[in-house]
C-alpha cells in the first residue's frame, strides 16, 4: 500500500501536535496537514487532498459533522475518521449516518488510533473497541426497522427522486428549479415523505436520505 496521506484537525495545539506525531511514527502514514480550526481543514482538504481526514468533532468555525457533509457534497475524495472525546451513542449514530468511516476515542491507546486509519485507508470501517455495543445495537435497530416498516417501497417514484436529490444535498429551492416544479411542491413531498417513513427531527430526512443512497440509485 502507498503511503496514505492524512490531515489532523484538533483545535488544541498539543493534542493535535500530539497525534500527528503519533501517526508520522508509522512509515507507512504521512500527515500532510494540520488545522486549528473547521474552515482551516476543509480549505486544506480541497488543497491538499489527504486520503484521510482525522477530525475532532467540535472545531470552531465548522464542526466535524458540517466538514463530513461538506465533503460528501462536494464529492471530495476522502476519508472521514473522527477522534473525539465524546462517547454518546446519538452523536455515534449520527456520525455513521452522514457516510464517516471511522468513530475513535482520544482516549484509545496509540495503537488503535493508528490501526484505525489504516483500517479506513483499506476501505474498512474503524470503530473504539468501547463502542462496539454501539454498533451492534444500531445494526439490530436497522434489521426490526427493515422488518416493521414498508419504508422506500412505501414512496411514489416522484418521493423517490426527490429523496435521491435530497442525498445529493440539494436543497428544496435547487430541486424545485430542477424538476420545474413549485417549491412549495417539493415541501409538500418531503412532508409526506417523512409521514410515511415516521421521520422526526432536524436533518433526519438527510442523514435517512444519506443512509439509503445506494437503494435510491438503485
Request: hydrophobic share 40%; charged share 30%; net charge negative.
Amino acid at each position: 500500500m502507498s503511503e496514505v496521506k492524512i490531515l489532523v484537525a484538533d483545535d488544541h495545539p498539543i493534542v493535535r501536535r500530539g497525534v500527528a506525531q503519533i501517526i508520522d511514527s508509522d512509515p507507512g502514514l504521512k500527515v500532510v496537514a494540520e488545522a486549528g480550526d473547521g474552515q482551516q481543514a476543509l480549505d486544506l482538504i480541497r488543497e491538499m487532498r489527504p486520503d484521510i481526514a482525522l477530525l475532532d468533532i467540535n472545531l470552531p468555525r465548522l464542526d466535524g459533522f458540517e466538514i463530513a457533509m461538506e465533503i460528501s457534497r462536494r464529492d471530495l475524495p476522502v476519508k472521514v475518521i473522527f477522534l473525539t472525546m465524546h462517547a454518546e451513542e446519538e452523536l455515534f449514530n449520527e456520525a455513521m449516518d452522514i457516510g464517516v468511516q471511522g468513530y475513535v476515542l482520544k482516549e484509545s491507546a496509540i495503537t488503535e488510533i493508528v490501526e484505525a486509519v489504516k483500517k479506513v485507508a483499506q476501505g474498512q470501517c474503524a470503530i473504539s473497541s468501547s463502542l462496539t455495543s454501539y454498533l451492534m445495537s444500531r445494526n439490530r435497530r436497522a434489521e426490526r426497522l427493515a422488518a416493521q416498516s414498508p419504508g422506500l417501497m412505501s414512496l411514489t417514484p416522484a418521493e423517490r427522486r426527490i429523496l435521491q436529490m435530497i442525498a445529493e444535498y440539494k436543497t428544496s429551492k435547487e430541486i424545485a428549479d430542477e424538476l420545474c416544479i413549485h417549491y412549495r411542491t417539493v415541501e409538500n413531498h418531503r412532508t409526506n415523505i417523512c409521514r410515511k417513513l415516521d421521520i422526526h427531527g432536524n436533518n433526519a430526512l438527510l442523514r435517512f436520505a444519506l443512509r439509503h443512497k445506494s437503494e435510491l440509485l438503485g
